[in-house]
């Protein structure tokens, strides 16, 4: 018992290890992905533990309880596989190509706004969201993995397919990669053009309050710039091209999702007519990967 308080004491809990770590500074703003990567494979475990330790601050935003927090007209559709409603809910912008829509309820944004707080405040580190972004989160490291996986299956998949037919099937759809990019003026304030890793993107303005940092498309896909506006989902083919522009004051958070197909696979060519989703293979919820 001795030797178990005595390592204890000189160890201390994960929490306290974890908050001890000094992680690589993110610095690339292109082609960052392995950015540090021995550091954060060294310790997966350690912050893994960590963030169980800490706690979670809304427990209903992690696993299937995610649900509740989508909205009741989106809800409603998917679940009762109706196209034309969820049409009349995914509106297509003013750039041919994106669409936009509200997928999450007000309270979603207040709660998940203050999980990230929590986690923040926890002095955990956490690693660089993607190459491109230097600050944010990604999602499986805080656990919310099966919660999104969850929303990938249920709702990101088929609305992927209903509005991509020509582009997007089930396979292309088995992934999704998850993460969180936050944009203040003194870290990342822009983002210049690029292309994602994903057949499709869902990109979710979360908050806080800010000016500028609007997104610009461009070609060959349909061109212009649409606001990044609290609340809207951005929906579109990762191979069309964007950028984040200037954000003049305040902060802006997003939450991203890409879907991809298995080890990241993401296809270019359109499907011919005879290959394309039908409509039973988008309702039929079914993922032979979970």
């Not at 196209?83 to 009349?88: G, Q, R, T």
């Not at 080890?263 to 309702?283: I, L, M």
Request: net charge negative; charged share 25%.
């Amino acid at each position: 018992m001795f030797i178990v308080i005595a390592a204890f004491c000189v160890f201390g809990s994960s929490l306290d290890r974890a908050q001890r770590l000094r992680p690589p500074t993110p610095t690339a703003t292109a082609n960052g992905e392995d950015e540090g990567d021995e550091f954060w494979r060294a310790n997966k475990q350690l912050l893994k533990e960590a963030h169980k330790e800490w706690g979670r601050y809304h427990e209903a935003l992690y696993d299937l309880g995610i649900d509740n927090y989508v909205k009741h007209e989106i809800r409603t559709a998917v679940e009762a596989g109706d196209e034309k409603a969820l049409h009349a809910i995914l509106h297509e912008t003013s750039v041919e190509g994106v669409y936009s829509a509200k997928i999450f309820t007000e309270s979603f944004f207040k709660n998940f706004s203050e999980e990230l707080d929590n986690i923040q405040s926890s002095g955990i580190p956490t690693r660089r969201p993607n190459g491109m972004n230097r600050f944010g989160v990604i999602a499986e490291d805080i656990g919310l993995k099966q919660a999104f996986e969850f929303l990938r299956e249920k709702y990101l998949a088929p609305i992927a397919m209903l509005l991509f037919q020509e582009y997007i099937s089930r396979p292309d759809t088995r992934q999704e990669y998850t993460f969180v990019i936050r944009y203040r003026l003194g870290d990342d304030t822009q983002l210049s053009r690029h292309a994602d890793a994903s057949s499709l993107t869902f990109n979710t303005c979360i908050g806080e309050t800010f000016t500028g940092g609007n997104i610009s498309f461009s070609g060959p896909h349909g061109v212009g710039v649409l606001p990044s506006t609290v609340g809207v989902t951005l929906i579109h083919r990762g191979m069309h091209k964007h950028a984040a522009l200037q954000l003049e004051s305040g902060t802006r958070t997003n939450l991203v999702t890409w879907l991809s197909g298995e080890d990241g696979y993401v296809r270019v060519a359109p499907y011919p007519s005879d290959e394309q989703s039908t409509a039973s293979d988008r309702w039929s919820q079914k993922d032979n990967e979970l």
